[in-house]
């Protein structure tokens, strides 16, 4: 093994087709703040309640909401305060749940679930039940997806999130079906993921990406920003893969490429 410096590999997936049609459409708002309200009667207050258009359709697709209210149990405890925080998909069945909660991914994780529900909690502090879904965090990035004619389209809402308040910021979907999206991610890289393993290893050795591969060869690189943005490119002229660049800590995509194939990988540089 050789001595490296600031060495981080997460090699996650490998084999990437090509894929022009691919697309991130981002959308960003102006950073949006949900509280609580006043105590009301019943939980239907729609004042509560912020909607987006993650496909910029003109229709509402997914809303977040916070209910709180009041409920008059015994002479002991007269009012006991009910709060929910909860993000809503509308129709589509499309918020990555765990355990209840609407999964809160880091930046550069690929949206994924084994569960898919139609709501997902943020908090909520009901009579005993309490989940407070790994809060509080910031630029945190719950996972959504869309349906459409069986086909799937992921995307992330990005929110700070504590027990008492929300702010929402941004998000973005891949608007070619079935395909994956990291989040965060914001542009278009244009190359998907696949299952299929090869046998390349790349890493990082404080100044440059390097890997080791045995089949098949590889001619070109890219070093992609996590969101998209192309950083270098070049050649492969030796297994010294990248020119010496000031990489900032973070996570680059890596993709390799000969006439016939491609591979991309994931990896984070400290
Ligand atoms: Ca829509
Ligand atoms: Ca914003």
Known sequence: ?????????????????????AQIIYTD?????LTFPENVPGIQDETNYIYFDLDNDGE???????HYWEEWLSPSA??????????????NKGVAWFEGCAIDFAYGDTIQSEFWLDGGLVFLDILGSYAECNLPYQDGYLGIRLTENDNYYYGWVRLDASTDTLVIKDFAYNSSPNETIFAGQTET????ESSREDEVHIYFDGNNFRFKTGKPDYDTYTVFTIEGRQIVAGKIISENLTP??????????????NSHSYTMKKILVH
């Open 60 to 66: 509402h697709d997914f809303y977040f909401y916070a």
């Open 29 to 33: 708002i102006q950073d949006t703040i």
């Open 244 to 257: 010496s660049f000031h990489y900032k800590p973070g996570i680059y995509l890596i993709m390799l490429k």
């Open 189 to 192: 890289v244009g190359i998907i």
């Open 1 to 21: 093994m050789e001595k490296l410096t600031f060495i981080l590999i997460l090699v996650m997936f490998s084999f990437l087709r090509l894929n022009l049609y």
């Open 78 to 91: 007269p009012e006991y305060p009910f709060y929910v925080m909860q993000l809503q998909s509308i129709n």
